[in-house]
């Protein structure tokens, strides 16, 4: 059965599928009968940060007696729920 789906996934892949989509009126995934799995509530993600930035944010958040990558998470929140946040103009 997997091997039906990957085969389908490639032939969907080299077909053409503009003409059939329909912009005024999009579907839901549950309309085509697709049931995506749950997803986690949290997700390990790996970035490569400058040594410099690193040691700071540490830093940072052992003087607040936190930890490191709560500190991360705080500030990516923060900066994701500001409306004033430049970068994300």
Request: without cysteine; aromatic residues 4%; glycine residues 2%.
């Amino acid at each position: 059965m997997k091997k039906k789906k990957v085969n389908e996934i490639k032939d969907y892949d080299k077909m053409d599928t503009s003409q059939i989509i329909d912009r005024e009126n999009p579907k839901k995934l549950e309309d085509i009968g697709i049931e995506l799995p749950e997803e986690e509530p949290t997700k390990v993600v790996s970035i490569r940060l400058p040594s410099k930035l690193l040691n700071q944010l540490k830093a940072y958040a052992s003087d607040r007696d936190i930890n490191y990558s709560a500190l991360i998470k705080m500030i990516l929140s923060d900066s994701m729920e500001s409306k004033n946040s430049s970068f994300l103009r």
